[in-house]
C-alpha cells in the first residue's frame, strides 16, 4: 500500500544558455536551438591539457559548436539499415 501526498518543492532549471564563443542566448522558447546547444562539464586530470583539478564548463550554440568541430565529424545516416530490401 502506497501512501501520497501532494509536495511542493522548489526545483532549479536553466532556463537561458549563453554561447561562450557568441555571446547568443538561447531560451526554451527557441525549441530548435535550445535542442541544438552543447553543454559540457569537466575537470582537468593529472596530466590533462587543462589545469589540474579545476573544475570548467562549456556552453554552445549550434553555429559555434559546428564551427569548432565540424570539419571532425564523422556523419551516418539513419535508417540505412531499415531502407535495403529485405531478402527474401
Ligand atoms: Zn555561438
Redesign the pocket.
Known amino acids: 500500500m502506497r501512501t501520497k501526498e501532494t509536495i511542493s518543492k522548489i526545483v532549479e532549471c536553466t532556463t537561458s544558455i549563453t ?1 561562450d ?2 555571446g ?1 542566448v538561447i531560451t526554451r522558447d527557441d525549441i530548435v536551438e535550445w535542442q541544438e546547444q552543447q553543454c559540457f562539464d569537466g575537470c582537468g586530470g593529472y596530466g590533462s591539457a587543462f589545469p589540474d583539478s579545476v573544475r570548467w564548463t562549456l556552453d ?2 549550434d ?2 559548436w559546428y564551427c569548432l568541430v565540424g570539419e571532425f565529424v564523422k556523419y551516418e545516416t539513419y535508417g540505412q539499415e531499415d531502407d535495403e530490401p529485405e531478402d527474401e
Open positions: 554561447c564563443r557568441c547568443k554552445l550554440c553555429s559555434c
